[in-house]
């Protein structure tokens, strides 16, 4: 298909702030302008919403090494599945991501499988073990967005400054788990009320808080982007408020359980709700949601963690961290943000597109002419409900099973090329 038309949607564009009733064409992979060709494939979508393709800056497709929880191709499949046309993926790889080898063997993979762009991550430190920096030059080279230790959060100050600031001499932005393991230590979900109750061992909101506030002074210090990943309380919040009030080149990200869901799921021991950071108590899913709205948070990630089955049918304190949510994280945007009226549809966007690209220079995030066409439409009145069975994902580890979600993506095109088409438009054309 070198020419598609898509017809009759709403375009919402912030990146050229364009938000009106037309159509798009799409010619060669780019978008386009001019007179519709004979051959040109027609797609009706009245009553869509038409947006730059959705871009995650946070999921784990688990390959090389663990192609048993999640491949390139299968995440891929998944993302476009929920409207993302590309990811930024996790260094939490078998061998990690710490060297070029690793970074070159996942691009090639993602060129050769992958159904949705790719962008890699290197680590912080050498083997993810947070004691001596990864080579930060080499694997700028070998094409990495961002660097992160992911869920292993570095905990020497000392190591996290050296990293800052090598970071900023590569213009490379650092992403950060929040956590002190000297707080959280053997934490399996929150603490408080839940977890005495249920006599769960505690991961405390402040073991977070502590992080945030260090990588808060450390950006001040060095001048290095740093985006704190999932951020799930209110403490972190007003922390992140602050500092961004005073200039501090610092961001934050939310997902879709931690502002939507709390600590009181945990009450079955279903292990589907345990996740890294644990679900919490409402007044800090109202302050996530407040962080969202005003603008402290910039980021909408999913934090897309596939686990084997049985890894997940264990005991509550020895199943591992995570949950999918590539499939079903537009849905709940969509509900809890944009139709609950928190955020206008515009903004969501910005946080899932346009931002996310400019912030990594991915040169995406745009319906602008001559523009690669990643896009994705959307039927923000689509009511349905999740079924995991139904993923293309290989996780099935959804804390949203049964749930009826309010808006998903029906079209999802990645360099011009349908790789997501729920209805069957294309075919009618």
């Not at 993979?109 to 962008?119: D, L, W, Y």
């Not at 900023?168 to 979900?189: I, N, Q, T, Y």
């Not at 990588?215 to 990943?229: F, H, I, K, P, S």
């Not at 502002?259 to 800090?284: C, H, I, Q, W």
Request: hydrophobic share 40%; charged share 25%; with cysteine.
């Amino acid at each position: 298909m070198s020419e598609i038309l898509l017809k009759g949607g709403l375009i919402v564009d912030p990146a050229t702030r364009r938000e009106a009733k037309g159509d798009l064409l799409i010619r060669d992979g780019k978008i386009a302008e001019g007179k519709v060709s004979k051959d040109a494939v027609v797609i009706q979508i009245e009553g869509c919403v038409v947006t730059p393709g959705l871009i995650d800056p946070h999921v784990h497709l688990r390959e090389p090494g663990q192609s048993a929880k999640e491949t390139i191709a299968t995440g891929t499949a998944a993302a476009v599945a929920g409207g993302f046309t590309s990811v930024i993926a996790m260094p939490n790889t078998s061998p990690v991501a710490d060297g070029s080898n690793t970074i070159a063997w996942m691009k090639q993979r993602a060129k050769e499988t992958g159904v949705a762009n790719v962008f890699p991550t290197g680590t912080i430190s050498i083997g993810q073990k947070g004691e001596q920096l990864a080579p930060i030059g080499s694997l700028r080279q070998a094409g990495v967005v961002a660097i992160t230790d992911d869920g292993h959060c570095i905990q020497s100050a000392e190591l996290m400054r050296r990293a800052l600031e090598y970071a900023r001499m590569f213009d490379l932005p650092v992403l950060d788990h929040c956590e002190d393991k000297s707080l959280s230590a053997g934490g399996v979900m929150n603490e408080g009320k839940w977890s005495r109750i249920l006599g769960l061992p505690a991961w405390p909101g402040i073991a977070e808080e502590v992080i945030v506030a260090r990588n808060v002074l450390l950006a001040e210090m060095t001048g290095a982007r740093v985006v704190c990943q999932h951020m799930s309380t209110a403490g972190s919040i007003r922390i992140l408020r602050e500092a961004r009030k005073r200039g501090v080149p610092i961001d934050g990200e939310a997902s879709p359980h931690h502002l939507s869901l709390t600590e009181d799921r945990v009450e079955g021991y279903d292990t589907s709700f345990k996740m890294n950071p644990p679900l919490r108590t409402r007044a800090d899913v109202e302050e996530v949601k407040k962080g969202v709205a005003d603008g402290t948070i910039r980021f909408l990630a999913t934090d897309h963690a596939p686990h084997c089955s049985y890894e997940k049918e264990v005991e509550f304190d020895e199943a591992p961290f995570g949950v999918v949510g590539l499939e079903t994280a537009l849905g709940i945007y969509l509900t809890e943000l944009v139709h609950s009226g928190l955020i206008p549809l515009r903004e969501m966007v910005v946080k899932m597109s346009s931002f996310p690209s400019e912030y990594f220079k991915l040169g995406r995030g745009t319906l602008a002419t001559g523009a690669l066409a990643d896009v994705t439409v959307m039927d923000l009145e689509r009511k349905w409900t999740v079924r995991k069975t139904e993923f293309a994902s290989k996780g099935r580890n959804t804390p949203f099973e049964g749930r009826e979600l309010r808006g998903r993506a029906v079209l999802t095109i990645v360099d011009g090329k349908i790789r997501h088409d729920l209805d069957g438009r294309a075919g009618r054309s």
